[in-house]
């Protein structure tokens, strides 16, 4: 079945290090988007990409990186320059029309991360 | 994008018919509205949107009003598996998916 696949689905990791989210998708969607989700708020964008080998920063990318070297692959390193990166962080992809605009967004399960 | 505005919570009887309101009230004309819910620790799945008709398929019905300024969102026969968080969006179809605005949303509870 096509989806979207993010791995781990929990995560622990120490103060100081880096650590990378891997999302797959074989939905053959252009775009993939990261977003980052606190206990009892909505969801805030760290990084989109329309394009392989494109990404933008969103609302909140600072201690965040990306890379988009294949189509079906968007992963996230948390770097340790993220000073509370301890969250729920959720991939995403949609299609891209041919005037650039995207529809719907399907998403991963998510990946919960906590620094110890 | 317009902003939506949404009840924090909401409780509806198993087997009931649930309605979730949207106020977006500043929606210009080239703004969708999309419906979304996450159940608890997972990833939000989407459930239907629309312009300015009325809207339906096999998850929910979407009615809009005439002056597009609130929506609802309807589950005929509401279920426990529909406890999740109910998240509303208006959204321009000619923007880029950056532009998908998840607030807080309405936290539907379904009791027995």
């Known amino acids: 079945d096509g989806g979207i696949t993010q791995s781990p689905k929990y995560l622990f990791r120490k103060e100081g290090q880096n650590v990378t989210l891997s999302c797959e998708q074989n939905?053959?969607?252009?775009?993939m988007y990261w977003y980052r989700q606190d206990p009892g708020q909505g969801l805030r964008l760290i990084y989109y990409s329309q394009i392989v080998n494109d990404f933008q920063k969103g609302d909140i990318a600072e201690g965040y990186s990306v890379s988009r070297e294949k189509k079906e692959s968007f992963p996230l390193t948390v770097t340790s320059a993220q000073k509370n990166p301890t969250a729920f962080y959720l991939c995403a992809s949609s299609i891209v029309g041919l005037a650039g605009n995207t529809g719907e967004l399907f998403f991963g399960e998510g990946s919960r991360l906590t620094v110890l | 994008d317009a902003k939506t505005t949404q009840p924090p919570s909401m409780d509806c009887a198993e087997g009931r018919a649930a309605n979730l309101p949207c106020n977006h009230s500043t929606i210009s004309g080239n703004e969708y509205v999309y419906w979304y819910r996450q159940i608890h620790s997972q990833g939000p799945q989407y459930i239907i949107h629309?312009?300015?008709n009325n809207e339906t398929n096999e998850m929910a019905s979407l009615i809009i009003t005439e002056d597009r300024k609130s929506s609802t969102l309807i589950l005929p026969h509401a279920t426990l598996r529909d406890t999740a968080v109910y998240y509303c969006i208006a959204r321009g179809y000619d923007n880029y998916g950056q532009n998908f605005v998840f607030g807080p949303g309405t936290r539907l509870s379904v009791l027995p």
């Open positions: 939905l053959n969607h252009d775009a």
């Open positions: 629309g312009l300015k």
